[in-house]
């Protein structure tokens, strides 16, 4: 079974950075495509980032594009979450997951692994 542990998530001022942490135990991360999601309060849990399991493909969602990095550490069996120049708009619970083949990369449901999530607030 694979778990995946999220840390790294705060209160910062706008403009801030921040980064978090993913790291799994029961499976290795370049076995899996790895993934970060954010949810806001009322609202749907969505996509932010991905890197794929062969050859590391790196995808970002339009609103974090060129603010947000994702990168991987296969020896620390760690993905991170860079994110920099931080708004308010980015307050969420930022969630890892992990998938064998999602359908679609961005879609939520074709994770099969989560963590319970790490809060990043952003203060105005």
């Known amino acids: 079974q694979v778990q995946l542990v999220e840390s790294g998530g705060g209160l910062v001022q706008a403009g801030g950075s921040l980064r978090l942490s993913c790291t799994a135990s029961?499976?290795?991360?370049?076995?899996?495509?790895m993934a970060w999601f954010r949810q806001a309060p009322g609202k749907e849990r969505e996509f932010v980032s991905r890197i794929s399991r062969i050859g590391g493909s790196i995808s970002y969602a339009d609103s974090v594009k060129g603010r947000f990095t994702i990168s991987r550490d296969i020896a620390k069996n760690t993905v991170y979450l860079q994110m920099d120049s931080l708004e308010p708009e980015d307050t969420a619970v930022y969630y890892c997951?992990?998938?064998?083949?999602?359908?679609?990369?961005?879609?939520?449901?074709?994770?099969?692994?989560w963590g319970q999530g790490t809060q990043v607030t952003v203060s105005s």
């Open positions: 029961g499976g290795t991360v370049s076995n899996f495509w």
């Open positions: 997951a992990a998938a064998f083949r999602p359908a679609v990369t961005t879609d939520p449901s074709g994770y099969n692994y």
